[in-house]
Nanobody, 122 residues
Framework: QVQLVESGGGLVQAGGSLRLSCVAS????????MAWFRQALGKEREFVAA????????YYAAAVKDRFTISRDNAKNTVYLQMNSLNLADTAVYSC???????????????WGQGAQVTVSS
């Protein structure tokens, strides 16, 4: 299975932006559909965004649509999550995930990164 490492999390004021990166190793990156999920303290993990093998199709949760953008660079084995207009509800641990087939639930993805904390302050 592919190994995933996230970076780019941190503390940001409401209305600000952050970009998360997730670098993959140990597999053919362009053979994996990629996704971002998040889990806030005391809540279930939830789907954020997904992108297909070559980046042609993207999918977003309603809560982040028009604010977040998922993209990938297959030459760099990296998937990104650009997050704009952040609000307090976006505070969570964000994890990237990889799967051979596209999906929108965490059970669809067998490979996970360790997660990156994103904290939005008022």
């Amino acid at each position: 299975q592919v190994q995933l490492v996230e970076s780019g999390g941190g503390l940001v004021q409401a209305g600000g932006s952050l970009r998360l990166s997730c670098v993959a190793s140990g597999g053919a990156f362009n053979a994996y559909h990629m996704a971002w999920f998040r889990q806030a303290l005391g809540k279930e993990r939830e789907f954020v965004a997904a992108i297909t093998l070559r980046g042609r199709d993207t999918y977003y949760a309603a809560a982040v649509k028009d604010r977040f953008t998922i993209s990938r660079d297959n030459a760099k084995n990296t998937v990104y999550l650009q997050m704009n207009s952040l609000n307090l509800a976006d505070t969570a641990v964000y994890s990237c995930a990889a799967a051979r087939y596209h999906g929108a639930t965490d059970t669809d993805y067998p490979s996970w990164g360790q997660g990156a904390q994103v904290t939005v302050s008022s």
